[in-house]
């Protein structure tokens, strides 16, 4: 059983996440997905759909076999439990393969870590979907 550990925020679903982790999913047999925690998104705009809520959405998806929400703490906490065999990151994912390969090393953890390519859709991203909102929905 090869188990594959695909994350994100995921805040506002649009086809390139069903892109990511159905490429994720084709990696191996079970499809694990950590959920980033709403205290945890600090790179960008924190995330307007709480994280339960996307929690749920994405468990629902029809590539995922377990979805849970990451630690606050501690990132590899998850992976030690699950104990994938593949991690993949997405296109625009700010952690670096090397990166992370020499951090899991560090921790003794065996996963693999594989890139996954972008998905080309016209409104593919949760940010340009909140930026095209607030413009159509801007007063005059
Ligand atoms: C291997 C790995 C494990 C992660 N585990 C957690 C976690 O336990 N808790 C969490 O809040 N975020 C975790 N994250 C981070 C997020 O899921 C997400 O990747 C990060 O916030 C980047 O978000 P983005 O998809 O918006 O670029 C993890 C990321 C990676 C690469
Ligand atoms: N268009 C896309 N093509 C392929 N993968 C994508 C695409 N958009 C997001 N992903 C991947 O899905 C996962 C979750 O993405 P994330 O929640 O950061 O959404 P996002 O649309 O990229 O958000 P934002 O626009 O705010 O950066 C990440 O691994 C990301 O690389």
Redesign the pocket.
């Known amino acids: 059983m090869k188990r594959v550990v695909?994350?994100?925020?995921?805040?506002?679903l649009?086809?390139?996440?069903l892109?990511?982790?159905e490429?994720s999913k084709k990696l191996g047999d079970e499809l694990h997905v950590i959920v980033?925690r709403d205290a945890n998104v600090r790179h960008?705009?924190r995330?307007v759909i709480p994280e339960e809520q996307r929690l749920a959405m994405v468990a629902a998806l029809k590539p995922v076999d377990h979805a849970r929400l990451g630690d606050s703490a501690d990132i590899f906490a998850p992976i030690r439990e699950i104990d994938p065999d593949v991690i993949?990151?997405?296109?625009?994912?700010f952690f670096g393969e090397d990166d992370l390969r020499r951090a899991l090393e560090i921790r003794g953890l065996r996963a693999g870590v594989v890139r996954?390519?972008?998905?080309?859709?016209p409104l593919?991203?949760?940010?340009?979907?909140?930026a095209e909102i607030l413009a159509r929905r801007r007063q005059p």
């Open positions: 695909a994350t994100g925020t995921f805040d506002i649009h086809p390139g996440h892109f990511y982790l490429e980033a960008k705009p995330p993949t990151l997405g296109f625009n994912q996954i390519g972008g998905y080309e859709g593919s991203s949760s940010s340009r979907i909140v």
